[in-house]
């Protein structure tokens, strides 16, 4: 068990006044101990460097100096992780519970250039009784280098029920390289997770993106041209969606448009310009789309419930 605040941080200063737990026992010259490892105390005098002691006051009134490798701060201590046991799985052996993955990003939309990364999501659901433990499990885990990221399976839905465009865009990937029964069920119903928020969420994303660019633009006269490609594209697939009850992914009709734009050979006047007139589609989209006003909560909920009974005997 470690303490973020102790040993792997030696040269933090801690103020007066701050309530400290001792690592070490307290003895007399002689080696008596007078007060056990674990004691709480107040620090009354703290060094002006990390080679100097704090004097720290304890409840009964008596006082010990202590260098800052022998006292931890009590809230820390008390935020500690469990020391967990080998048995319990880390976050690479949850990847044994990935139940979809699909590639996403640029190779997805048929965007991608030569040197394009290959990114990967999903899901993963995790044993019941490692999700029901003390030590629980990661909302998702990641592996950066190889540019993997699953969600588990509540952090997923919760997402994808707020019309989060990375998770609907990894729901209705094209490139789909695992998908269990399990998963599959969850595809099949995945319209479920559409609905009129998808006007909010994917219009506010753009509209303060677009605003930081403007700023950029002002500031530096420079724009990241792939971060404009992609905020123009996230605005015709939210009217897609409203139109057509589904996410795009697979760009077609303005590819060639995406990927100069990309290269940065479009003008932004023209580029703002049709930003504008994308919004008003999206407006007119929001207006007559047949969209529920909300997403199917109840579903979701037994669809998570029923999933997480399947992994009991896991």
Known sequence: ?????????????????????????????????????????????????????YLVLFPDGEQASFHRQEIAIRKHVQSLNFDRPQSVLGDRDLYEYVIYR?????????????????????IYLPPADLHWSLYGVPEQIEDVPAQECYWELQKCMMLALKANPNVLECLYSPLVE????????????????????????????????????????RTTGELKWKHVMHLTRLLISGITILKEGQVPVLVVEHRDKF?????????????????????KEFDRAYEHTKLPERPDYEWANEFLVSARGRMVSR
């Open 1 to 53: 068990m470690s303490d973020k605040s102790g040993p792997i941080n030696p040269n933090l200063i801690i103020p007066s006044g701050t309530q400290v737990v001792t690592l070490v026992e307290v003895r007399r010259r002689d080696g008596e101990p007078v007060r056990r490892a674990g004691s709480v105390g107040k620090i009354v005098k703290a060094p002006t460097d990390a080679s100097h002691a």
């Open 259 to 279: 990927l100069a734009i990309r290269k940065g050979e479009v003008d932004w006047l023209e580029i703002n310009a049709w930003r504008l007139e994308l919004h």
């Open 178 to 217: 695992l998908a269990t029964p399990l998963a599959q069920e969850l595809l099949d119903e995945r319209a479920r997770f559409l609905s009129k928020l998808v006007y909010q969420t994917y219009n506010g994303y753009v509209l303060s993106q677009f605003k930081k660019l403007e700023q950029d633009l």
């Open 102 to 122: 699909c590639v996403i990003g640029s190779r997805a939309y048929g965007l991608d250039v030569e040197g394009s990364d290959i990114d990967r999501r999903g």
